[in-house]
């Protein structure tokens, strides 16, 4: 631009003005002003911020104080063999640590490459991965783009309780700065090795599996070790985000990532382009479906791991005093090891044959658990079950004899609809409903080890198991014992205790209780003088109820308490009165609330231990995560009974399966000693045995106590299992071991007594003598006295006196004194009591 010279003269004047000068020294010093206090705010800004990091980083935990070992670990539940059975957990401890030298150094390469490609150049923190981030923050606005080494996901993971969870940006730069501090630390303290171990053992890869063992399980049913470098580039394609890239529920998203891992491996050098080649060609996510469909089932667990879990949580609450909350944390993310007694081949054996439908009568029924809830019109909710179709059947429809057992699921689905029909309107909102199936009759059996206590299987019911920790028939359900508590709660006492004999003769004769009720046989009539040995062999209730009230119902009771039974009523007082199981009915094992088939096995494995009780025991030890023992389980021995006492109880029950009432029960080559328990009404079934090697209880009956109409199936089934787990174990035929003071003596059966030489053997029902087995000093000393050799008048059909001239000698049983004259129970001729013997001829 040109200026004319007035121009200029005018420019000259206007820079000398006094006005303008001041203007500008102003403008000056306020810039100055402003600069310096740019400068002043900045240093004070940084000097706060450097005051707020330098605060932040001395509030972040000591490198000494963490641990970056992962928490949440599955458990592990093993048979007596050591053989894996099972894995207990719950959501985030799917967890499996492996060793650095398990992991292949492809797959370590795999996650290095794609989350910290110079994880072994720096020293914790990436500075060049921050600045690549700080650009990415600047130019998007967000920070999404990740900076973090594997030192620091580690720490984020296993340190920080809320890491990559913040509820503020605040929280989460205080989080990053501690975690970029405590990177730095760590690494001074731990070798590259280590972090990265326990990286690997820590991250999270979908489908509830933590670490890459866990996962290598999951999606290709292998271990770490043995995976492909194409499998491997997979597990780091998850990373990121699990859910996102999960190979099985988006396999597309995982192929995409799992090509950048590859490309990664490929351009750092650690694989070939052979191998990149056969990785990207390799169909694996058809092996992750097909993987998948074995492994995604969820199998509940067994009965017996459902009874072995009850039994750690209540020794970890009373042994180690953790609370229930800390028993269960430690049991489904402690990753504990637990040895547990199970033999495997045993309880195939017995899921097998209880689950087999030939093994039940031909008609079966199925009850059902129905839950429905419905929200009316109105806003009220009514919450529905199988209780009130029963009701609706039998009071409503005024169908009495109605029972909740259907023939098929289809017929049960047909009630359920019914009922529906009757009480929900159009306009209800269903809010939920679940219906279960059972099977019925339903079954329970237990094996137990007599000699260590050690439980080898449990079933606690029949049909499919849909869920876990369910109803558990063999440890969870007492039942009325009926005739298998003969033994336990009567014989055992009086032959140990009260001085009888297996020879003690009782009269099985019309007989009522304290409460004046008639005590009936299982079979018509009575069978008059009878043994004990008699009424084990064919569970007689008349004379089992007589003994028991002469050795009182006290001494059974602290008999069966000794014998390990937890569910008797000793006292028990109720709004409805007081309840005790002292009393006659315990003979016949009527008591308040019945026992457990696990109970009642330890009871007669008591007797096949020679009298030992052993308590049963489900596992041997429980070891914490770094192979400590936690728990040790050991059988809690006492004696109930004298060896002699076992031995001749064992000796009778032998002939319950050889020609009493368990014939079907016995087992073909092997010594079977055990007990028949039916209830009145034949509501429950039982079968206690065991052999030389083994105690096996079975029980079956309804689930609402329904009648049976078929009591005699348990015992075959008894017999079936027993004979092939003989088979199985190879446990060949073998008697037990007689105790040296049990000696052998001839007495007649009659009266107990050493037989009448010449009279006892003639008996006009045939021979009446037979040899017993006694404990030593317990023999009979004294001849019959229920037996006598009289002359008879033929023409007075009286006692001959010395002026009968025709007699004929005969031989008489007697009717011991206090017997009921009113009823004969003799098929030989008699004269009773003794007393009346007077009765002579008065005809000579």
Same mark, same amino acid.
């Given at each position: ?112 490459d794609?989350?910290?490609?110079r ?48 509820s ?78 999960n ?6 998203n ?6 950048k ?165 159009e ?93 009936n ?26 003994l ?11 008999? @069966?308490?000794?014998? %390990?039974? =937890?569910?008797l &009523?000793? #006292?028990? *007082? ?5 309840? +005790?199981?002292? !009393?006659?009915? @315990?003979?016949?094992? %009527?008591? =308040?609330?019945? &026992?457990? #088939?696990? *109970? ?5 494995? +008591?007797?096949? !231990? ?29 004696t ?6 076992a ?16 014939g ?31 105690t ?32 199985a ?7 037990f ?14 009266s ?62 007697l ?22 013997l ?7």
């Amino acid at each position: 631009m040109k200026f004319g010279m007035k121009q200029v003269t005018k420019k000259r004047l206007a820079l000398n003005s006094n006005t303008k000068k001041i203007t500008s020294k102003s403008l000056v010093w306020l810039f100055k002003g402003v600069l310096v206090l740019i400068v002043v705010a900045v240093i004070t800004v940084g000097f706060a911020g450097f005051g707020m990091i330098k605060g932040i980083i001395e509030t972040a935990p000591e490198v000494d104080d963490i641990s970056i070992t992962p928490s949440g670990y599955y458990t592990v539940v093993y048979d007596n063999n050591g053989k894996q059975i099972t894995k207990l957990l719950k959501s985030g401890s799917n967890r499996e640590s492996v060793t650095i030298d398990q992991i292949p150094e492809h797959l370590q390469y795999a996650f290095i490459d794609i989350e910290d490609e110079r994880f072994y150049e720096h020293d914790g923190i990436d500075i060049k991965g921050i600045i690549r981030a700080g650009f990415v923050a600047i130019k998007t606005r967000s920070l999404s783009q990740g900076a973090s080494t594997i030192t620091q996901q580690l720490l984020k993971n296993n340190v920080f309780e809320n890491g990559g969870r913040e509820s503020s940006t605040g929280a989460l730069i205080r989080r990053k700065i501690q975690e970029q501090y405590l990177a730095l630390k760590l690494e001074k303290s731990f070798d590259k090795e280590i972090i990265l171990e326990n990286y690997l053992n820590t991250i999270n890869l979908g489908s509830d599996t933590l670490g890459v063992q866990a996962a290598a399980k999951r999606y290709f049913n292998k271990g770490v070790s043995k995976l492909t470098i194409s499998e491997s580039a997979v597990l780091a394609a998850i990373t990121q985000n699990p859910t996102e890239f999960n190979p099985v529920i988006n396999p597309e998203n995982n192929a995409r990532r799992r090509e950048k891992v590859l490309r990664n491996m490929l351009n750092n050098g650690h694989i070939t382009k052979e191998e990149f080649d056969e990785a990207i060609n390799d169909d694996v996510y058809a092996r992750i479906k097909s993987t998948n469909v074995k492994t995604s089932k969820s199998n509940p667990y067994s009965y017996f791991v459902d009874a072995l879990i009850d039994q750690v949580m209540e020794d970890l609450q009373e042994q180690k005093g953790y609370t229930e909350t800390q028993a269960y944390n430690a049991l489904f993310s402690g990753g504990l090891s637990i040895y547990t007694t199970q033999d495997t081949e045993i309880q195939k054996i017995c899921d097998e044959e209880i689950n087999n439908p030939d093994n039940y009568p031909t008609k079966t029924y199925y009850s059902i658990t129905w839950n429905y809830s419905v929200e009316h019109a109105d806003g009220t909710v009514d919450n529905y079950s199988e209780v009130n179709i029963d009701y609706f059947n039998r009071v409503t429809l005024d169908n009495p004899n109605f029972e909740m057992l259907f023939e098929t699921t289809e017929e049960a689905d047909e009630y359920v609809k019914a009922f529906k029909e009757e009480f929900i309107k159009e306009d209800d909102e269903v809010l939920g409903e679940n219906i279960q199936y059972t099977l019925q009759p339903q079954a329970s059996f237990t094996v137990m080890d007599q000699y260590t206590g050690e439980v080898k299987a449990i079933v606690g019911g029949r049909g499919k198991k849909s869920a876990s920790r369910t109803f558990n028939r063999a440890v969870s359900s007492p039942r009325q014992p009926g005739s298998c508590f003969k033994v336990l709660s009567t014989y055992a006492p009086a032959i140990d205790n009260a001085g009888y004999t297996l020879a003690s003769t009782i009269d099985d004769a019309p007989f009522a209780d304290v409460n004046g009720r008639l005590v009936n046989n299982w079979y018509e009539g009575y069978r008059g003088m009878s043994t004990l040995r008699d009424g084990i062999r064919d569970s007689m209730n008349v004379i089992t109820v007589k003994l028991l009230t002469e050795i009182t119902p006290q001494l059974g009771f602290d008999y @069966l308490m000794n014998f %390990g039974f =937890t569910t008797l &009523v000793e #006292n028990q *007082e109720t709004e409805y009165g007081v309840y +005790t199981d002292i !009393n006659q009915s @315990l003979a016949l094992g %009527g008591i =308040t609330y019945g &026992v457990t #088939n696990l *109970e009642l096995c330890a009871a007669y494995a +008591t007797i096949a !231990n020679a009298g030992v009780y052993n308590s049963p025991i489900l596992y041997t030890k429980v070891l914490d995560h770094d192979g400590n023992i936690i728990l040790e389980s050991k059988s809690e021995s006492h004696t109930v009974l004298k060896e002699t006492t076992a031995w001749l109880l064992t000796d009778a029950m032998r002939d319950v399966v050889t020609s009493g009432t368990g014939g079907l029960a016995n087992v073909p080559n092997m010594y079977v000693a055990g007990k028949t328990g039916t209830t009145t009404d034949d509501n429950d079934i039982w079968f206690a045995g065991y052999t030389p090697y083994l105690t096996a209880t079975i029980w079956s009956g309804f689930d609402d106590n329904g009648r049976l109409s078929d009591t005699s199936y348990h015992n075959r089934l008894w017999s079936k299992i027993v004979t092939r787990i003989d088979e199985a174990k190879g446990y060949t035929y073998k008697e037990f071991e007689k105790p040296d003071s049990i000696e052998r003596e001839m007495v007649c059966s009659i009266s107990g007594m050493l037989p009448a030489k010449g009279i006892c053997s003639k008996d006009p029902a045939g021979n009446q003598v037979h040899y017993e087995y006694f404990v030593k000093n317990t023999v009979p000393t004294d001849e019959c006295n229920l037996h006598t050799k009289l002359n008879i008048c033929n023409k007075s059909h009286k006692i001959a006196n010395k002026d009968c001239t025709k007699t004929t000698t005969q031989i008489f049983r007697l009717r011991p004194e206090g017997s009921d004259l009113s009823v004969d129970t003799w098929d030989t001729p008699y004269v009773a009591p003794p007393s009346l013997l007077k009765s002579k001829c008065r005809l000579h």
